[in-house]
């Protein structure tokens, strides 16, 4: 089944403590990108990836950094979160050109 | 810049209702146009999508018409369902990069 996984579905961190999202999908998509979704501004893209070593920032990438070694997996790092990180985060994967996106089931960031 | 502006929420509607949901767009070129659907605790799916003018797209009886000369692309159902309770997303993502903007998301609430 074509999908994107990303984990934890929840989390409860403390301020300052390094943490991974991860995002893996199995549809060999070359472009994927991280959201974060809040009430009244929908979704803002963190960051996003054309290809295997190839990250760029997208409108909101402070307090972010990700990888992408493979292909299928693009992992958000948070170093010090805060709490203004607290959000709910979504992975998306796409192949290039104008098509829809596929996303993950999301996770829950709750950052005290 | 892109952008995409959709109708303020929430929206409260009876079953069986005529449901519309605005959604216009500022793009360069020729954006592809995308209606995505969230459903509580879950992720974005994709509901329907146009990809050039006066196309309509439709599925589960939603239907939206991509219209370049008013910009346009709102989501249209003859008779809502209780089911149909989620948080609606117009998006765009343009003809030459894997750049994808979000509307900030309306929810709907369709009462019994």
């Known amino acids: 089944e074509a999908q994107v996984t990303q984990n934890p579905r929840y989390l409860i961190t403390v301020t300052g403590k390094k943490l991974t999202v991860t995002c893996s999908q199995n549809?060999?998509?070359?472009?994927m990108s991280w959201y974060r979704q809040d009430p009244g501004l929908g979704l803002r893209q963190i960051y996003y990836?054309?290809?295997?070593?190839?990250?760029d920032k997208g409108d909101v990438p402070e307090g972010y950094k990700v990888s992408r070694k493979e292909k299928r997996n693009f992992p958000l790092i948070l170093e010090s979160p805060s709490p203004n990180q607290t959000s709910l985060y979504f992975c998306?994967?796409?192949?290039?050109?104008?098509?829809?996106?596929?996303f993950g089931q999301g996770t829950r960031l709750t950052v005290v | 810049g892109n952008s995409v502006t959709q109708m303020e929420g929430p929206v409260t509607l009876s079953e069986e209702a005529f449901l519309t949901i605005n959604c216009t767009y500022t793009a360069t070129g020729y954006p592809s146009l995308f209606w995505y659907v969230q459903y509580p605790g879950e992720g974005l799916q994709l509901l329907l999508k146009?990809?050039?003018?006066?196309d309509k797209g439709s599925n589960k009886g939603f239907e939206a018409t991509y219209r370049k000369e008013t910009t346009s692309f709102h989501l249209e159902k003859g008779s809502v369902q209780v089911s149909d309770s989620a948080v609606y997303f117009c998006?765009?993502?343009?003809?030459?990069?894997?750049?994808?903007?979000f509307g900030a998301g309306t929810r709907l609430t369709v009462k019994p």
């Open positions: 998006a765009l993502i343009r003809y030459n990069n894997n750049d994808m903007r």
């Open positions: 990836s054309m290809n295997v070593e190839v990250t």
């Open positions: 549809m060999n998509h070359e472009y």
């Open positions: 998306a994967s796409n192949p290039l050109g104008r098509t829809e996106a596929f």
């Open positions: 146009a990809t050039k003018a006066d």
